[in-house]
């Protein structure tokens, strides 16, 4: 294994601890992956293990046209290898893809509505959020056209009635872009749930927000990134092994 796939390997394995400390995991039911670089491979959990499981080593290579590189005894989720191998495969910008199903999540992609603009947290990302209609579990092939056609060129979308992706530049960026997304969906439920008016920005200040944000300067995260990694190395080092 090559030294650029140890690092992506590591990465993406402290990303999965992070999530689960974050309380994104669903049970074993979603995935995060990434890229190999200059490979035709991507890295994703092995279909059976928890989020707090995942180590650099126990992560599957699988390639964009299905083979599973890695010797192991849990099998590939198919429905993870339709829309992180339909994605990553399109979109060569991407590094990572991240999906949930957290309660927030899945309530917001419900509502008709969509995410609103009601928290800073939601307005960092205005006009940038892309929406799937549901079709059914994902684990048929045909349904990758229209996830990458229903992305665009954004790196959030809302798949309705089922939950949430963020993709990244770098693993980085898709974990500190759930957690905002994830954020602005938990705000959203919890004002709605209160039944009182609600006070929507104006489209300036929604604008002004957004570009505050920017999604064309350097990838998000790098910071948080470094502080997370000094939390796991110090609370549960063994992701790296
Ligand atoms: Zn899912």
């Known amino acids: 294994m090559g030294n650029a796939e140890r690092a992506v390997r590591v990465d993406l394995a402290a990303c999965y601890r992070l999530a689960a400390r974050f309380g994104w995991a669903d ?5 995060i992956s990434a890229r190999v670089p200059g490979e035709d491979a991507f890295l994703m959990n092995p279909y059976g293990l928890g989020f707090h499981e995942i180590t650099a080593s126990n992560l599957l290579k699988v390639g964009f046209d299905g083979t599973v590189h890695t010797p192991s005894e849990h099998g590939l989720n198919r429905a993870g290898f339709v829309i992180h191998g339909g994605l990553l495969g399109a979109r060569p910008d991407l590094a990572c893809v991240l999906h949930t199903h957290t309660r927030d999540g899945v309530a917001v992609s419900a509502l008709k509505g969509g995410l609103l603009p009601l928290s800073q947290f939601a307005m960092f990302y205005w006009g940038r959020v892309a929406y799937h209609d549901y079709e059914g579990a994902a684990t048929d092939e045909a349904e990758r056209v229209r996830l990458v056609a229903d992305l665009g060129p954004h ?31 938990a705000v959203q439920i919890a004002a709605m749930r209160t039944g009182a008016e609600l006070t929507m920005p104006g489209e300036d200040a929604c604008r002004r927000t957004e570009v505050y944000a920017s999604n064309d300067g350097p990838p998000a995260g790098a910071m948080e990134w470094a502080m997370f990694l000094r939390t796991l190395d110090r609370e549960e080092p063994d992701y790296r092994t």
């Open 27 to 31: 049970v074993i039911y979603t995935h």
């Open 155 to 185: 790196r959030i979308m809302i798949l309705r009635n089922h939950g949430l992706i963020t993709c990244g530049r770098t693993i980085a960026e898709a974990l500190v872009t759930m957690d905002q997304i994830n954020k602005a969906c």
